[in-house]
Structures are given as structure tokens and as C-alpha cells.
């Protein structure tokens, strides 16, 4: 009945969200915006529902690539969050991101951001080499090109780090639908967010009331 040490806990980890911003997004072509702009809000909404230690980070958001998309100012406003602005491509190397990171104590990092071929394979292969276990969240991430995109996954899985989607970021927190506490904010999200399975939780809600 235990769980494996390698599923994620709403308090073993710390959950990356980098340059999410609109210069970055115009050039993502390996996801559709609509798609990756959904995703966002999933694994923003579910780190929020969770209480997980969250550090959103940007790059010269003021002179380049702009504001944060509205997925994340939905959950983490700007004006109460703490944004971490660089003028590295690897947040890794940036020094308030790196201490704001390391500080949590987490020995398990969630990464999520654009460019996936850059933004998230810099501190992805930085923190492995510091004996961190990275996660990265493929779905939430985008790169110039499919090419590019699955290439840098290819990448980072080869050196260590675990792969998933966004879906499966707030399940595995969520973990048990016993969870009562979590259970009408995870479902909330997922009717908004949720695609197709938000529609059936929507409906199945609906229905049992009959």
C-alpha cells in the first residue's frame, strides 16, 4: 500500500513555471497556443489548489517578451507573486531564480515553460547535475518547431528527467478522489480546463442528480 517515491506529492516539489510570455508564444509552433495556453492554466490552477512552492520566472519581460500569460496571473498575480525576471536564457544560471529555487528545500523540481529546446532543457540538465530529480511537463512546454520540441524532450529523458503531461500533474496530486478537501476545486478546474473530460465530469454531476 505504499506509493512509489517517484510520484509526486503536493509538498515534495517545487514547480518551475518559466517565460510564459507572449514573445515566446508567438513563435511556438510544435502545440497550437489555444492548447498550450489550456495546459498552463491546469498546472497553475492545480499548484495553487495544492499549496505547492511556485516560482514563476520570466526573461526582460519589459524590454523583449512581455507580460505573463493570463492563465498564470489568474492564479499567481503579478503584484502578489514575486516574478523573477533574467536576462539568462537558463534560469539556472540566473542567480535570484537559482536561490529562489534551491531555497525550498524540494529535491524534486517540475519544469514547464518556453522554449522547451532552451528554457526548460538549461535548468532541466543544470539540476540533474546537481542531483535533483526533474520532472518536465511536455504539454505545457513549446519549441519553434515539432522538431525541435520532441528533440529537447528526447534529451532531457535520455539524461534522467521524467516526462508528463498536464492532466497528469493534477491527478497525481490529487491522487484519490476521497480527498474531499481538493476534490470540488480539482473538478472545478477540470470543467473549465478540462477539455473533453472536464465536458464528462460536467455532465456526470449533472446527471447523478437524477
Request: charged letters at 20%; proline letters at 5%.
Amino acid at each position: 500500500m505504499k506509493p512509489s517515491p517517484d510520484l509526486l506529492t503536493p509538498d515534495n516539489h517545487v514547480l518551475v513555471m518559466i517565460d510564459f510570455e507572449g514573445q515566446m508564444a508567438f513563435a511556438t509552433k510544435s502545440i497550437p497556443l489555444s492548447e498550450l495556453r489550456t495546459n498552463t492554466a491546469i498546472i497553475s490552477g492545480a499548484s495553487k489548489i495544492f499549496n505547492v512552492a511556485t516560482i514563476v520566472t520570466t526573461v526582460a519581460e519589459e524590454s523583449f517578451s512581455g507580460p505573463v500569460f493570463p492563465e498564470i496571473e489568474e492564479f499567481y498575480p503579478q503584484a502578489t507573486s514575486g516574478y523573477i525576471d533574467r536576462t539568462s536564457m537558463n534560469t539556472w544560471e540566473d542567480e535570484a531564480a537559482y536561490k529562489a529555487i534551491t531555497g525550498t528545500g524540494k529535491k524534486k523540481i517540475v519544469l514547464a515553460g518556453l522554449w522547451t529546446g532552451v528554457c526548460i532543457v538549461g535548468p532541466a540538465l543544470s539540476a540533474l547535475s546537481e542531483g535533483y530529480e526533474v520532472y518536465a511537463i511536455t504539454d505545457a512546454c513549446g519549441d519553434v518547431s515539432p522538431e525541435a520540441h520532441e528533440r529537447a524532450v528526447q534529451r532531457m529523458v535520455h539524461s534522467g528527467v521524467k516526462p508528463m503531461t498536464s492532466i497528469q500533474y493534477l491527478l497525481e496530486l490529487q491522487r484519490d478522489w476521497a480527498r474531499q478537501e481538493t476534490y470540488v476545486a480539482v473538478t472545478n478546474l477540470m470543467k473549465k480546463y478540462g477539455g473533453a473530460y472536464g465536458i464528462g465530469i460536467q455532465y456526470a454531476h449533472r446527471m447523478m442528480a437524477h
